[in-house]
């Protein structure tokens, strides 16, 4: 069985040296407040945005491993890397194109100074 969001926040919390104390002012409530937060089986988002902050790491995280939203996240994944590549192609065929219109540019020079040095 996956550990708990508050497990989760708690191996989070102590990986950085961040006591509850710290993490319940953090979140406005006391050291045993805290504790109690900890051993709910939900915790608001705005919580879990203010610990983010504290420990300067994404608790959501915790959430991309479960279904559903493991599946929304792996197709909103997909969907970006679709348009980072088409985004690709488009700048590389910008970048020939830039390419071929610097060689006609030289080319034209080449000739403009060939008939100025002609006449």
């Known amino acids: 069985m996956a550990i708990s969001i508050g497990d989760y926040i708690r191996q989070k919390l102590r990986s950085k040296n961040i006591s509850n104390k ?6 406005g409530v006391s050291e045993s407040a805290f504790e109690k937060v900890l051993r709910q089986d939900e915790i ?3 919580r879990l945005i203010k610990l983010s902050a504290l420990l300067n790491d994404n608790l959501f995280d915790y959430y991309y491993n479960i279904e559903p939203i493991k599946t929304f996240r792996q197709k909103e994944i997909e969907l970006w890397q679709s348009n980072v590549g088409m985004l690709s192609e488009k700048l590389s065929e910008k970048d020939k194109r830039l390419r071929d219109q610097e060689d006609v540019i030289r080319l034209l020079k080449e000739k403009e100074q060939f008939l100025t040095t002609r006449s």
């Open 44 to 46: 608001y988002a705005s």
């Open 22 to 27: 710290d993490a319940g002012e953090a979140i």
